[in-house]
């Protein structure tokens, strides 16, 4: 009971017993006289009001701690909406911090892949051609890091040169190779140069060579595009 309600309810029980007092002062060969349960009686008129007094003054003082109770229950509510707008927020923080670090790792992986790897470039050296048949030369050269266990493979067409075995590939090195066949012959042909990057890694680049008709009525003129670019793929 806040101190408040317990002065009021003391001030008024002593106020109420010295009335009571003044008022049965002189009558207390009445009182002796009565009955046990006539005293009973009394004791209850004379204390029940006062029970009385303090039962309202509790009712009052619960509904008061009732009022402080909901007030701490949202005031702890809050907090707890608080503390879960905090976590959500050290989730959401934590949640970049490992997104940057995840994309800092792979651009550092990215860059030590192709420190170790080859940046081959296709050229068209020159052609030949003899009746109907065309030889078309080309020159690969290396532009990036030294690599070994270097093939030249050409697909697409029937009759192609086996496999050419280069075996290590040096930064700013040069392999030549040709092949022939008939100057009506467009499909085009793709050249796939197979190797293992400085970390012991395979990898692969191809390249699209497509075909057309020249100015000139026996020649054909090729040109490249990039076709695929696999560095240090898992063995």
């Not at 003082?61 to 009732?66: A, D, F, H, K, V």
């Not at 892949?113 to 050229?123: D, I, K, Y």
Request: overall charge neutral.
């Amino acid at each position: 009971m806040s101190k408040k309600l317990t002065w009021v309810g003391i001030g008024i029980t002593a106020a109420y017993l010295i009335a009571a007092a003044l008022l049965g002062w002189g009558k207390w060969d009445k009182f002796s006289e009565m009955k046990p349960n006539e005293v009973g009686d009394f004791l209850a008129g004379v204390v029940g009001p006062l029970a009385l007094l303090w039962l309202i003054l509790g009712y009052f003082q619960q509904g008061e701690e009732l009022k402080q109770s909901t007030e701490a229950l949202r005031l702890q509510a809050e907090e707890l909406r608080n503390s879960v707008s905090q976590q959500q927020a050290l989730v959401e923080v934590t949640k970049k911090q490992a997104e940057a670090q995840l994309e800092a790792f792979r651009r550092e992986s990215e860059e030590q892949r192709r420190a170790v790897s080859p940046l081959f470039v296709l050229e068209p050296a020159n052609h030949t051609g003899r009746d109907e048949v065309q030889t078309y030369r080309f020159r690969l050269r290396n532009h990036g890091a030294t690599v070994t266990e270097v093939s030249i493979e050409l697909e697409g067409r029937g009759g192609l040169p086996p496999p050419k075995t280069v075996g290590v590939f040096v930064h700013g090195g040069e392999h030549s190779f040709s092949f022939s066949d008939l100057a009506a012959n467009l499909d085009p042909v793709t050249v796939r140069i197979s190797f293992s990057d400085g970390g012991g890694h395979r990898g692969t680049q191809a390249f699209c060579v497509t075909f057309a008709r020249s100015d000139f009525a026996s020649l054909n003129r090729a040109s490249i595009s990039q076709l695929e670019n696999r560095l240090a793929t898992v063995p």
